[in-house]
C-alpha cells in the first residue's frame, strides 16, 4: 500500500504561481510513472501532467503546457508540479496519483493510487 500526501495548494492572484508537493510514503514507488490530475466542480477529474521514474518521459495537457513543469525526486519519493502563470480556469483540486507503469502516462485508467487532493483557487 502507498500513502500520497499533497501539499501547497492554496488561494492565488490570476498570473500568480504555485507549487504543489506530492509525497510518497509506505511501499516505494520506483520504477512507476506519477502524475497530477485536476477536478473542477461539476466537470470530470481531468490528466493534467505525468512522469516516467527516470523523468526522461514527462507529458502535460494542452491547457498547461508552457505553464506548470512537474519534476521528481526518486530520494524523497516526491513529485512536484510547478504552476506557473495561473488562471482563473486552473481552479480545481489537484490530485496526485502513481501509476501501475512506469510511463508517463496521460489516463486515469492506470493509475494504481491516488493522493486525497489539493484545493487550488486562482481569482480573478
Known amino acids: 500500500q502507498v500513502q500520497l500526501v499533497e501539499s501547497g495548494g492554496g488561494l492565488v492572484q490570476a498570473g500568480g504561481s504555485l507549487r504543489l508537493s506530492c509525497a510518497a510514503s509506505?511501499?516505494?514507488?520506483?520504477?512507476?510513472?506519477m502524475g497530477w490530475f485536476r477536478q473542477a466542480p461539476g466537470r470530470e477529474r481531468e490528466f493534467v501532467t505525468s512522469?516516467?521514474?527516470?523523468?526522461?518521459?514527462?507529458g502535460y495537457a494542452d491547457s498547461v503546457k508552457g505553464r506548470f513543469t512537474i519534476s521528481r525526486d526518486n530520494a524523497k519519493n516526491t513529485v512536484y508540479l510547478q504552476m506557473n502563470s495561473l488562471k482563473p480556469e486552473d481552479t480545481a483540486v489537484y490530485y496526485c496519483?502513481?501509476?501501475?507503469?512506469?510511463?508517463?502516462?496521460?489516463?486515469?485508467?492506470?493509475?494504481?493510487?491516488w493522493g486525497q487532493g489539493t484545493q487550488v483557487t486562482v481569482s480573478s
Open positions: 512522469i516516467s521514474w527516470s523523468g526522461r518521459s514527462i
Open positions: 496519483a502513481t501509476f501501475l507503469v512506469d510511463a508517463a502516462v496521460s489516463t486515469a485508467a492506470l493509475v494504481k493510487y
Open positions: 509506505g511501499r516505494t514507488v520506483s520504477s512507476s510513472g
